[in-house]
């Protein structure tokens, strides 16, 4: 049985149309129930929604053999997984954003407020920048018009929210999307089936 | 001595077995103090799999650490014999973080070294062990097998320098193609080159069809002759399943060069054996000769065997202060020459699970109510 963690919401339900069109296809996950997993005994596949947050650590943990998590998990957890496929769905990028007329003086200590506290640090430390990050868990926007930091470091998808609070996208971090990853163990246990669903997304994502 | 196996936890019935292995291979035990001068590990920080180390300071004055790798210790030690192979194996208690847990834990390690006049029958034998200590693991098991050389050989030709050369390290350990051919973009790589990096680092499978894939791909012809050499003598070691080359298997070039490998066990998420050829550190440490050697992990096993709810005792004996102590010594001694474990006890343990509950009468031992 090959264990398919995907993220819960409109993005785990887009993911799971390109394993549906791919042919690993699961009939009752289609089903309005309350049921936690979802299998295909005759493909021999078993699929499970979780925070979208929480699906590297499955598929790290070996609870899921593959899985689809963002990159932006990706990049602030730095699970030890396999990053197999881009599935180009979920396109958003993670940016320094903050007020328009933002000036950055070098003088004093950067205060950032973030989700991300390791792309944050992993970012200026790059840039040589000194900071102080303030971890928040959400309304990050908040954060610069009251004063709690000079900057954000979020995801932005559209900007509009940004728009609406006068705030403007200062820099590109990276850009974000949802990718395939595989746990190491299983990626040698169950290479061939593994390889099969890698190949039959990569189709779908190319067309 | 007569041992009860069914006593020993999971980790030390391996443990046994693997030292067991080693020794008849003529690898010598090295025994090493809980301690080490900070300084060793300070200059090779980046070898350790984590940075923390728990120091303190000696009545001396000297900054000692609790070791958090044998590695370090044994190279320090080791003293070059032209002709000679120094074969060392360890069962030691290692202190470190990781990064699913907080804070520091201690992990039990067993593994061996090989350092001096390394040759490739030398690295051969350390490869079969590898394979053999995972299969005295598990019956299910698979040993991946890469060569540090022939992929540094393909980032050279590829001009990867520098930062993108750490980066695209990152991408073929993460068999991450998307964004090795991101990379190959951004460095001027043609797509042809580029399409023949991102198939080194896809290729995963037994050495009879990654071999010929390696040709294919023109990749550095020592380094691929070697991996057959030492593939072969895998096979004719009897290691006929669960062998792959998998060239995404890497280690810091700082310290590594040569084959590296990973063991996997069925049933344990992450690798639970992990070595390969260090002649850097060998150098960097001021130490002539070449070394080879891999380290098993005991605390990821201890999920292998299935949690049963045993019992405490096969028979819990209950007495009281009117029984006198040699009646009760005698009652425990019946029972133990039975091959029955026993708790005598005055009263029912609160938590305590057991067999069968038996009171000490006048005739003897009867069913508790």
């Known amino acids: ?207 | 001595m007569d041992l009860d196996k069914g006593i020993l936890k999971n980790e030390e019935t391996i443990s046994l077995a693997l030292r067991s292995l080693y020794a008849r291979y003529g690898y010598v035990q090295y025994r090493m103090s809980r301690f080490e001068e900070y300084e060793l590990y300070v200059s090779n920080k980046d070898f350790l799999i984590s940075s923390d180390v728990i120091t303190f300071t000696d009545t001396n004055g000297r900054l000692m650490a609790l070791k958090p790798d044998v590695t370090l210790s044994i190279v320090r030690g080791a003293r070059f014999e032209p002709g000679t192979v120094q074969k060392l194996y360890y069962d030691e208690a290692v202190y470190r973080t990781s990064s699913s847990a907080r804070g520091f834990r201690e992990i039990r390690q067993v593994g061996l070294e090989c350092l001096g006049a390394v040759d490739d029958y030398a690295i051969g034998e350390v490869l079969l062990l590898a394979a053999q200590s995972l299969r005295r693991i598990s019956a299910e098991s698979a040993l991946c097998v890469s060569h540090l050389g022939l992929v540094g050989a393909m980032l050279d030709a590829l001009g990867f320098r520098g930062e993108a050369r750490v980066r695209a390290l990152k991408c073929i350990g993460e068999k991450n193609p998307h964004e090795l051919g991101a990379l190959c973009r951004e460095n001027g790589v043609g797509d042809a080159d580029a399409e023949r990096l991102k198939a080194l680092a896809q290729l995963c499978g037994a050495p009879e069809q990654v071999l010929p894939e390696l040709e294919r791909l023109g990749c550095e012809r020592g380094a691929v002759e070697q991996l057959r050499r030492l593939t072969a003598m895998l096979r004719a070691g009897g290691v006929t399943d669960g062998l792959i080359l998998d060239l995404s298997v890497l280690g810091d070039m700082r310290y590594y060069n040569g084959v590296a490998f990973r063991g996997f066990v069925r049933g344990v998420s992450a690798s639970v054996l992990s070595g390969g050829q260090y002649d850097r550190l060998l150098g960097r440490m001021g130490k002539k000769g070449r070394a080879v050697g891999f380290a098993c992990y005991l605390d990821l096993l201890e999920r292998l065997t299935a949690s049963g709810r045993g019992v405490d005792a096969d028979v819990l004996l209950l007495y009281d202060e009117r029984d006198a102590p040699e009646r009760v010594a005698a009652a425990v001694r019946s029972l133990v020459g039975e091959g029955l474990s026993v708790s005598a006890q005055k009263a029912v343990p609160e938590k305590g699970v057991f067999g069968r509950v038996v009171r000490l009468s006048e005739s003897g031992v009867d069913a508790h109510a």
């Open chain 1, 1 to 207: 049985m090959l264990n398919i963690a995907l993220p819960k919401g409109r993005l785990g339900e887009k993911v799971y149309g390109l394993f549906e069109r791919a042919g690993f296809d699961c009939p009752a996950i289609r089903e309005e129930n309350r049921k936690l997993f979802f299998e295909n005994e005759a493909l021999g596949l078993r699929y499970f929604w979780v925070k979208p947050s929480d699906v590297a650590i499955y598929v790290e943990r070996g609870a899921a053999d593959i899985g689809v998590a963002g990159k932006d998990i990706l990049l602030e957890y730095a699970p030890e997984v396999y990053e197999l496929l881009d599935l180009g769905v979920g396109k958003c990028r993670m940016c320094v954003a903050g007020p328009k007329d933002f000036y950055d003086d070098m003088r004093r200590t950067l205060r950032v407020a973030t989700k991300f506290s390791h792309i944050a640090t992993e970012y200026y430390a790059s840039l040589g920048r000194d900071i102080d990050v303030i971890p928040l868990n959400g309304s990050i926007e908040l954060a610069p018009i009251l004063g709690l930091s000079d900057v954000i470091v979020d995801i932005v998808e559209t900007g509009a929210t940004l728009r609406e609070n006068d705030l403007a996208v200062l820099e590109t971090i990276v850009p974000i999307s949802a990718r395939l990853i595989a746990n190491k163990a299983s990626y040698a246990f169950q290479n061939e089936r593994i390889e099969a669903v890698v190949q039959g997304l990569a189709q779908e994502v190319q067309k």
